[in-house]
């Protein structure tokens, strides 16, 4: 294959996340508003690290190859290895930058998201913080619950250790829609809260 259609086939490849990718999966799928925001906000931490650290090796690279300018006796093999190392230099600096621009392209779309739910939110003091923590907690919850009975009928484990988590006006908010009136079920669940606490102390 020549180079030119390498390139022209190449200039499709993306190298981290799409823009659909980090709106669906990575932001959209974190449940409720504040769960989205919290995520928008590592993935932009993380980003600015990384952007931060291949900005540093981009310079160490370049003050690193001015050290190698030193005498060489000129010869057809000297010439052409020096011309070889030059061209690996170059590419190296390109992809470094090609990955500096990714990350700013997705440091760009979660800047968006985020922006888009502080608007939403507002100031953020301790006891909002607090109040958003618990109904994003307890709508995970929700969640899990809910896709427990779709896919099996009853509600896993897993799911139960959960909801026990969380405080108990959240407990029972939750299992008082998923366990209405089974009088069976809220012995379980007592006898599961009770083993749990037995277990914590």
Known sequence: MKEIEIK????DYQQLHSDFQIDHF????????????KQCLREISARLENIRGKRAELNLFRLKNGWRKRLYWPTKYNIEKRKIAKQQRAKQIEAINDIIKEYERELSRFLKHATRLKAHFGNINRERRQQLELESWTAKGRRMAAVDRILTGGISHQTF????????????SILDKILPSDPERRIVIENLKNERQNNAI
């Open 26 to 37: 990575i932001v959209g799928n974190q449940g409720d508003r504040w769960a989205q925001y």
């Open 8 to 11: 022209k086939i190449m200039a």
């Open 161 to 172: 250790e959960f909801i026990l988590s969380l405080p108990v006006e959240s407990q029972n």
